[in-house]
């Protein structure tokens, strides 16, 4: 890496699916140093000029925000391939509404490498002028990319329900978004700037990690601002 003068900035935690080692980025990424291939799931790209068409006014800069984002992982860890796991773009029309400044963006983070949009709920087709390569689902060695995790899947990273943590802190608790891992499977939190989040306490977690029995096994890797923190389930808090 050119950029290793930056590292300073990150403090990286260990994240092992099967045990491949993979870097999880406070940003909300994950890096396969091995593969040099960069995971973000739920950009949810023109979310704010959605909810402004239905007469909910956000600010409209969320786009523009999290190409930043993408562009500061793109620039540090300089991924051979990047695959986004789904809901990329908020809906259908989502690349219709796009400003030509943000087209440019993903065009200019996608030059010189792989780059695989993994369809989701909102986004089954990739919007037209959108380069890169649109895929289901995605494997490589033993992992499988797909955007909605699936019951008894093993090697899975997947995106979709958006996990965050609740843990408690000195006179009371934060929430802050979080990968969540068994050490089977990964599902990561979502990138997009004005995407929500799920308590990862939240039953639609059961399926997938096998409920309160099985709570002991799983870590939540929970984003701080320039770190990422390991919490076990049992400490981390409902809403």
Known sequence: MRHAARRHLRAEAVLSILDVDFVADPLGALFWRE??????????FEKG???AAKGVFLPPYDTAATLVSLAQLITYYEPRCVVALGDS???GAAGDRMSDADRSGVGGLQRGRDWIWIAGNH?????RGLSGEARNELAV????????????AIGEIAGHLHPVARVAGHGGSVRRRSFVSDGARCVLPAFGAFAGGLNLHDSAFDPLFGGPARSFAILAHVMGRNAVYRVPHRLCLPD
């Open 35 to 44: 593969e040099r291939l960069l995971v973000v799931a739920d950009l949810h």
């Open 49 to 51: 000029s959605a909810f």
């Open 89 to 91: 773009f908020h809906d």
């Open 123 to 127: 986004d089954r087709e990739l919007p």
């Open 141 to 152: 060695g033993r992992m499988t990319f797909r955007h909605e995790p699936a019951a008894g």
